[in-house]
């Protein structure tokens, strides 16, 4: 029996990578924020890996945001170039 293959993006112009990248950054920039600026005197040993779980959600969040420029961007913008790392290019 052979698994069905799971994928984020159906191809060049679909914008559910976007949507999920906006989503994530959307749940996890806020509480690291907050955790960041005024930590809880009675947050103990939870502060430092719960730092790390939103900061690794918010470069997952980011990933996901790239992906959805590459897919999104037509070929020859500014968008697609900074997506793609191609900055010095015609």
Do not use: E
Request: hydrophobic content about 55%; proline content about 9%; charged content about 10%.
């Amino acid at each position: 029996m052979k698994l069905p293959k799971w994928q984020i993006a159906a191809g060049p112009g679909d914008f559910l990578p976007m949507v999920v990248g906006c989503a994530i950054l959307f749940l996890t920039i806020p509480p690291f924020l907050m955790l960041w600026i005024s930590p809880d005197v009675n947050s103990g040993a939870i502060g430092v890996p719960l730092m790390i779980i939103l900061g690794a959600g918010i470069a997952f969040g980011f990933c996901f945001v790239v992906l959805g420029v590459q897919l999104l961007a037509r070929p020859g913008s500014m968008a697609y170039r900074l997506a793609h790392g191609r900055f010095f290019g015609r």
